[in-house]
């Protein structure tokens, strides 16, 4: 741009998804690596020349997406499949396949259900470049992408540098159920913390129907790439879209706050109990039980529980899953009908008393809200969280797993409020497939285990001293 008559000597970026993620790594260049050959001068000056960021539901790390939870994100498989198509067919074709995932977002479950994995992705797709990196996909882990011993392949996907170097004012562009939701609200986070100029907007906005206001990127260009003095400035930092579960959920609200999550919020605890329920403190019987009541539910790899919605790559978003709770590898626990509105801002989160009968076992965990209809439950989808647990945990005489360890899970943020009349509820399952890959049961690698086995989880419940959902409700404006 240096050698153009046009350029001004600063410039700004825009971009959603794989744009995003490559404005993070123009902001993670290192300009005292030798191929720059830069002075000091020209160091701080390639550094001021980046103005101004607009990311639209860009990642950073790649790898934390496909691995981080220490199961395989299977959509790689179907993004695989579409580049595919396009190198062999062209960009229409590919397109069109992509429409087609929104329409049917488990893809190619054919592949994704196969054991070996890595047999099944080598039967699907030709060799070339499209095999050779899905390849190494399938035969990653969570332990390859962190810390020192990360491999180098991973290693180059992560473009975390730029949240701890950056100046530059960043808008951060994210949605509640967009697939990069957690990314988007870390990168504000840590931008936050170290006091660069940001700006968060949330929605209620899935990967595929991301879109931007074109005025909000235009008034952060006015501010920060043109310096204009009467630009239309943000009046507040944050601005989040507040879904609802209730009779007025087609009039979702938009509000500002000056930080994320608001200052004004108070944890409040749910004690997960017998028979489904659901427990607000002022519920809870004032006589401690003597005995403890458990729940359980059985995972088979070879019937994994299924995905609806949620943060998808492709389709997703929010959806009736109210089969869900009907299903018995799964436990539901709802609240009587709210009494008052409850809205949440944050991020909510589980603390759960478990054990397995097998070390090897996942865990997934969805808030929904629950409406009446017709004297029928119709749920649907707020946030979520899966991990694959340590097969070490509770080691001790009745070795791994089959100890009871309290695991504390966040869920993704969100902003959501809850009408008078309906319920709030909280899914405990084993898996999401095919969102991600199944738990073998056997503690064989992902990519070559042949062999599958069941588990079975319990859970410690108990108004008090049980296991339990921390929400965080948004105190007085």
């Not at 809200?369 to 707020?382: D, M, P, Y």
């Amino acid at each position: 741009m240096r050698q153009q008559a046009w350029y001004t000597g600063r410039f700004a970026t825009f971009g959603m998804s794989y744009l995003g993620y490559t404005q993070w790594s123009i902001m993670a260049a290192r300009y005292d690596s030798p191929r720059y050959n830069y002075s000091d001068a020209e160091k701080r000056a390639a550094a001021r020349e980046h103005a101004a960021a607009v990311v639209l539901v860009g990642p950073h790390n790649f790898a934390d997406l496909v691995w981080g939870t220490g199961a395989m994100w299977l959509a790689a498989v179907d993004w695989a499949g579409a580049t595919q198509t396009m190198g062999q067919k062209g960009i229409a074709r590919a397109m069109w396949d992509m429409v087609q995932l929104t329409r049917n977002p488990d893809g190619d479950v054919e592949t994704k259900r196969g054991v070996p994995l890595l047999t099944a992705v080598e039967r699907r797709f030709e060799e070339g470049s499209t095999l050779a990196w899905l390849r190494e996909h399938v035969k990653g882990s969570r332990e390859q992408i962190q810390g020192e011993r990360a491999r180098e392949y991973w290693r180059r996907m992560d473009q975390s540098r730029a949240l701890e170097t950056t100046e530059v004012p960043v808008l951060l562009v994210g949605g509640w159920v967009d697939v990069f939701v957690r990314e988007t609200v870390k990168q504000w986070r840590r931008l936050d913390e170290r006091g660069v100029t940001v700006g968060l907007t949330m929605g209620g906005r899935s990967h595929a129907d991301a879109d931007q206001d074109m005025r909000e990127m235009f008034d952060w260009f006015e501010t920060h790439l043109a310096q204009k003095p009467d630009a239309k400035r943000r009046p507040a930092r944050a601005r989040v879209q507040v879904m609802t579960t209730g009779p007025d959920a087609n009039k979702d609200e938009w509000k500002w706050f000056s930080s994320w999550p608001p200052a004004n919020i108070q944890p409040v605890h749910l004690g997960l109990a017998a028979d489904g329920q659901l427990l607000f403190p002022s519920d809870t019987p004032s006589q401690t039980k003597t005995t403890t009541d458990t729940a359980s539910f059985t995972f088979d790899p070879h019937h994994p529980t299924p995905t609806y919605g949620g943060d998808l790559l492709f389709g997703g978003g929010y959806v009736d899953d109210s089969a869900l709770a009907d299903r018995s590898d799964v436990l539901a626990f709802t609240t009587p009908p709210l009494s008052r509105s409850v809205e949440i801002h944050g991020r909510p989160r589980i603390e759960l008393l478990h054990r397995s009968d097998n070390p090897h076992v996942d865990l997934f965990i969805r808030l929904c809200g629950v409406e009446f209809k017709s004297g029928t439950a119709v749920s649907r989808n707020i946030c979520q969280a899966y991990q694959r647990l340590d097969p070490q945990r509770g080691v001790g005489a009745s070795g791994g797993g089959k100890t009871t360890v309290k695991v504390v899970l966040e869920l993704s943020d969100c902003a959501h409020r809850f009408h008078a009349g309906t319920a709030i509820r909280v899914v405990v399952a084993g898996g999401n497939f095919p969102h991600y890959s199944v738990n073998l049961g056997t503690g064989e690698a992902q990519a070559t285990g042949t062999v599958m086995r069941p588990a079975t989880h319990t859970v410690v419940l108990g108004e008090k001293e049980g296991s339990r959902l921390v929400l965080p409700v948004l105190t007085v404006e």
